[in-house]
T-cell receptor, first 113, second 113 residues
Framework: GAVVSQHPSRVICKSGTSVKIECRSL??????MFWYRQFPKQSLMLMAT?????????EQGVEKDKFLINHASLTLSTLTVTSAHPEDSSFYIC?????????FGPGTRLTVT | DQQVKQNSPSLSVQEGRISILNCDYT??????FLWYKKYPAEGPTFLIS?????DKNEDGRFTVFLNKSAKHLSLHIVPSQPGDSAVYFC????????????FGTGTSLTVIP
């Protein structure tokens, strides 16, 4: 399956600052990448679909001005959490899709203090 | 609206025995189902999948069964090994939902040596 990396794996930031998370598809040209978040003991929730060269598609209830997604190349998508607040603390995971399967990155643990 | 449900949050099984993880869904349009394995602080790893045209798919120690009339699928792991201890998510997709996968809330499996 496709290999997906994320950076950083863990980040702690102060409330009000912005944090950028990178998602790279290492061996697969991904025109589409997905961003999920997972709260403790909860399911993976799709936040947005990142499309190379065009605007991301956000799921209902996800603020596009708060969670900025850029997919500038076939191997890189970035998620920027702007003006982060403690309630944004979560585990953020990206994925790419190949055929029927999705391949996930290792995730990024964001803690906003 | 949780369209994919895993009603057992946790399961403990003795090493060597069979582990059975269950998943129920409500959307009859789902036509592809997947199981993912997730360790803490890591992204999910694809395990096995099944198309709605089949009722069983086997890969080594892992077998997925699909009962469309009951809208139920299960993952059987036999024999269970301590390294299988992880959280297992089932996921489903439908042709009319674009690239979105719907995930269950996960079942934490503990295999006791």
């Amino acid at each position: 399956g496709a290999v997906v990396s994320q950076h950083p794996s863990r980040v702690i930031c102060k409330s009000g600052t912005s944090v950028k998370i990178e998602c790279r598809s290492l061996d697969f040209q991904a025109t589409t990448m997905f961003w999920y978040r997972q709260f403790p003991k909860q399911s993976l929730m799709l936040m947005a679909t990142s499309n190379e060269g065009s605007k991301a598609t956000y799921e209902q209830g996800v603020e596009k001005d708060k969670f900025l997604i850029n997919h500038a190349s076939l191997t890189l998508s970035t998620l920027t959490v702007t003006s982060a607040h403690p309630e944004d603390s979560s585990f953020y995971i990206c994925s790419t899709r190949s055929g029927h399967e999705q391949y996930f990155g290792p995730g990024t643990r964001l803690t906003v203090t | 609206d949780q369209q994919v449900k895993q009603n057992s949050p946790s399961l403990s099984v003795q090493e060597g025995r069979i582990s059975i993880l269950n998943c129920d869904y409500t959307n009859s349009m789902f036509d592809y189902f997947l199981w993912y394995k997730k360790y803490p602080a890591e992204g999910p790893t694809f395990l096995i999948s099944i198309s709605s045209i089949k009722d069983k798919n086997e890969d080594g120690r892992f077998t997925v069964f699909l009962n469309k009339s009951a809208k139920h699928l299960s993952l059987h792991i036999v024999p269970s090994q301590p390294g299988d201890s992880a959280v297992y998510f089932c996921a489903a997709s439908a042709p009319n939902t674009g690239n979105q996968f719907y995930f269950g809330t996960g079942t934490s499996l503990t295999v006791i040596p």
